[in-house]
Every structure is written in structure tokens, then in C-alpha cells.
């Protein structure tokens, strides 16, 4: 593998280098760092389609989509090509006080896939939550409800990690230190749609909206919903005259099987959340859309100040934008049919085939898929007799770690190994992952 800006190193020189520098001054997302730093990290250097490969040459079936990012995998040509296209226009330009093609081409496409007709840009799956919230609230305060400030989310949301977005989800390890900074929130349990009814019974004229996941709660460890599930929450969001947020960062763009999860439902909530997919996994990028009845609650006179006082500096980039335009291309959508979302569905329907027979085994508590998203929950568990087939381990981190040298990566939630694959991940790759993940967690080879 060439390293072209320091050919006289060998590759193992220069990784260890690259090692060091890391270990002397990276701070990873989501990391217990001290650990970290008891090994030489893998350091990523080229994709190509569903493969990434590292310093040492090593090449590796990109299993969690660069963090459930990426869907027509890497270094895809037409992607490519509309980021140099608009690059030898301009990089970025501001939506404070200009406009630009690719952001109102984009906003157009957004708004016809969706159903819903405005679209604010910003760039991470949290910041579109973050504006979520302001938007559900300000309506209701330029409406004359000021009241209507509070939010209800169901236990095991994630949102993200800004402090809005980490106020409206509910994790018992990553928000502790931070509990005094976050507001109150009303929670009820994972599909009990009697306690939401009851808090929304108790607690309506209070509230501003409902913030969901649809159809999978994804990192509080794959947790899929009974179908009809969105459609009884947007109903009785509707009947109690609250909003709905759905947070479609994760399951956006194809994941579920759909382009967007609620449309497994038919429901159109009144703002939806997009990141993570929308730029095919390229660039920061993210969009929260909404209703015209709520962008018209911020219009009026101007001393009237009822503007959205909410921006980014890099909100709308051409850059992003144009990759984004891109990447719907490639799903090449018409008549709500697209043969990106076929092959998807068709690998779901390999997973579930793959991952079902594996229920059974001491070692697994439970296994959870949607679509192209599934979990594999370990339990921990007593030594196995000897005549048994001994797993290696039951802890889903050191098996992610023993997937890596097969050629795989993957990343656990807390006990819950995570299979993203690529959206459109060829099957004979699909299987090989498969068969990956089969080995190292039973230690045999399946047919
Ligand atoms: C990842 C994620 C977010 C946060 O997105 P970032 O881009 O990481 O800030 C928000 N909501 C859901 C459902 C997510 O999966």
C-alpha cells in the first residue's frame, strides 16, 4: 500500500508513528480511552464500495457503515463526482441572507420524499433534533401556548449528544455526570402506548410534542416496534393535539426498507429529523423538516420577533448538498419504487434468514433485526461443559475485536453486537459478513 506523502517509511514505520500520534493527542467519540490506548488502533486509509482498508494493507467489510452512515458505500463515482462538480464552483457558501442551487434543489427533493414542505439545514443527527425541539416549542409559544413547552419520549430514545438532544433521551451511563444541565422530560415505557396515553391524558396542555424513533429504537440496542406502532403514537399525538417529531437520523434513507421507517405506517409526522444517510454517508450534513402550519407560527410582522433565532455557520453546505442530490439519485425513486430499496429489502430478508436460527444458544439473550439494522444481545453466561461448543466469549466487545482480523468491522452497544452493513452491500458480501459473525460468536462454520 503506497503512503504517498512519506514513501521512504515502510508501513508498519509509519503506522506506528500514526499510532503514537494518535494515542498522544485523539480523543475518540464514545470511548473508554485508556483502553484504547492498550492497542494500535486500526487507522483507515482508502475505501472502496463496501471495503475500507488500513495502514498495514489489511482490507476489511466496512460493518456498521462508518457508523450507520454510509449507504452506496465508498468512493462511489457519481457521489464523487457532484462533490468535485460543485467544488469547482464554490464549497460553501452561507443560507444567512443568500440562497444556493444545490441547497434549494435538495430542499425540493427532501420535501416531495417526505411530505413535508419546509426544510431547515444544520449538520449532525443532533443539531436537527436540537431545532426539532426549538421548532415544536416556538410554535406553540408564537401560538399563544406558552405552556406547551414540555416534551414526552420513550425510555431507551437517543436523540444525540448536544444538551436538548440528550434531554429528550434517556440513558442510564451516558448522561449521568450531565443530569443537572438537561430539562425534564415525561417518559414512558417502550410500546406502552396505555402510559403515554395516560401522560398525555395528565399532561397535554403541557406538552409540546412527542419525540420518537420510529419503527426501531436503534442504540439503545436495536429495539424494534410492533407494526402499527408509529401510527398509534401519531394518532394519539393528533388527538391530544400535540406534535410529533420522529427522529428518522438512523433509520432514514432506506435502512428499515422504506425510505423513510414511518412510511411503513403511513404517517407523515410534523417534523422529521434526517442526518447520518442523507449524504450517502460523505459529509456532515442534516435537515429538520416540518409542516407550512409550523414554519408560518415563526412569520410576522418584524417587531414582532417571530423568527427562528437558530442557525449554523455551515448550515446548508454546497458541498454536502450536492452530495446529498447525488446519493437520491442513485436510489432512482419513481412511483414510490426504487430498485436501491428492493436490494435492500432483499437483504433484510437475508439477515432475518441468516440471524433466526441463532435464537436458541445460552450465550445469546436476544436477537432484534429491522430491515437492514438487527442486534445480537449476548448474555453473560456460566463456563460451558466441555462437551459443549464453547463459545470464545460472550462479551460483545472482544467479539467485535475478534470479527476484525477475520476482515470485519463492527461495533457494539453495550452487550448488543450491531449489524449495519452497507444499504447496498452486494449478497455474496452480505453473506460472507454473515458468515464472519456466525463463526467468531458459535465458533462454528455454517453452511
Ligand atoms: C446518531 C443519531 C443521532 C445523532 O446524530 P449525530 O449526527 O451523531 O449527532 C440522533 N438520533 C438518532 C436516532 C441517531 O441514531
Known sequence: MPIPYLPRMTQADRTRQLAALDHAHVWHPFTPMRQWREAEPVIIVRGEGPYLFDTRGNRYIDGYSSWWCNVHGHRVPAIDDAIRAQLDKVAHTTLGGLASPPSIELAARLAQLTGLPKVFYSDSGSTAVEIACKMAVG??????????????????????????????????????????????VDWFEPHDLAELRALLERGAERTAAI??????????????????FVRAVADLARQYDTLLIADEVATGFGRTGEMFACQHDRV???????????????????????????????????????????????????LACAAALASLDLFEISNLKSPLLDHIRQSAVILAARLEPLRNPPHVRDIRHRGIMAGIEMAPIEPLAASRTPPATSNAASLCSAMRPKGLLLRPLGNVIVLMPIPVIPHDILHHMLDIVVETIFGLTLP
Open 268 to 318: 407523515t409526522p410534523d417534523i422529521m429529523c434526517l442526518g447520518k444517510g442523507i449524504t450517502g454517508g460523505y459529509l456532515p450534513l442534516a435537515a429538520t423538516l416540518c409542516t407550512d402550519e409550523i414554519e408560518q407560527a415563526f412569520q410576522g410582522e418584524l417587531a414582532e420577533r417571530k423568527t427562528l433565532y437558530h442557525g449554523h455557520t455551515y448550515t446548508g453546505n454546497a
Open 139 to 184: 410554535y406553540w409559544f408564537h401560538r399563544g401556548c406558552p405552556q406547551k413547552h414540555r416534551f414526552i419520549s420513550m425510555r431507551g430514545n437517543y436523540h444525540g449528544d448536544t444538551t436538548g438532544s440528550m434531554s429528550v433521551g434517556y440513558s442510564e451511563t451516558f448522561y449521568k455526570p450531565f443530569r443537572p444541565m438537561l430539562f425534564d
Open 211 to 228: 419525540i420518537l424513533e420510529p419503527v426501531m429504537q436503534a442504540a439503545a440496542g436495536m429495539i424494534p416496534q410492533p407494526p402499527g
